[in-house]
Antibody, heavy 118, light 110 residues
């Protein structure tokens, strides 16, 4: 059974940093693209970033470019999201998701909450 | 990277059908066959319901179906059941390894 478990969410001051983790199990992690998707309070889902199977390609939504960095440790079956220069509008529940060819998010974790506030 | 447009809400009685639209542009929905739909109950992980416009993952009831015409995709839930009450989101590939989600539709079973 595919399982994705996010962690690392916290309350952080504007301008601060946070690193989210996603531990994967139940599939060959190194063979899959992975994504982070977020949901702000009362809002819809928003795709944030993707990373290729081997970590060689990364893509971001415009609003986080230059501030967020996605990474993947295939030896540890883990996905990460380093978030710097955080803003109030980054407040959201962050989900990691397994991406399939065909452009869809097949499996999701239950999310980890991030609150950016002073 | 604008969100796809969905109606905020939809409703139906048990056993009835409800159809949710998802409108984008020729750069996303209209340009690719990669439209997917997700069911999201509060506090739970989103669940894939439809991928590549019309395909259903194993375990998803055939009451759920998808279609697309031009820049608009649709999800139809037939034979509504109480457990179908949830938020539903469409998503589309938008080129250059970029994805976009819809604004979301809250389905209420009356």
């Amino acid at each position: 059974e595919v399982q994705l478990m996010e962690s690392g969410g916290d309350l952080v001051n504007p301008g601060g940093s946070l690193r989210l983790s996603c531990e994967a199990s139940g599939f060959i992690f190194r063979n899959f693209w992975m994504s982070w998707v977020r949901q702000a309070p009362g809002k819809g889902l928003e795709w944030v970033t993707n990373i290729k199977e081997d970590g060689s390609e990364k893509y971001y939504v415009d609003s986080v470019k230059g501030r967020f960095t996605i990474s993947k440790d295939n030896a540890k079956n883990s996905l990460y999201l380093q978030m710097n220069s955080l803003r109030a509008e980054d407040t959201a529940v962050y989900y990691c998701a397994r991406v399939r060819k065909g452009g869809y998010f097949e499996n999701w974790g239950r999310g980890t909450p991030v609150t950016v506030s002073s | 990277q604008s969100a796809l447009t969905q109606p905020p809400s939809a409703s139906g009685s048990p056993g009835q059908s409800v159809t949710i639209s998802c409108t984008g542009t020729s750069s996303d929905v209209g340009g690719y066959k990669y439209v997917s739909w997700y069911q999201h109950h509060p506090g739970k992980a989103p669940k894939l319901m439809i991928y590549e416009v019309t395909k259903r993952p194993s375990g998803v009831p055939d009451r759920f179906s998808g279609s697309k015409s031009g820049n608009t995709a649709s999800l139809t839930v037939s034979g509504l059941q109480t457990e179908d009450e949830a938020a539903y989101y469409c998503s589309s590939y938008a080129g250059s390894n970029i994805y976009v989600f819809g604004t979301g539709t809250k389905v209420t079973v009356l």
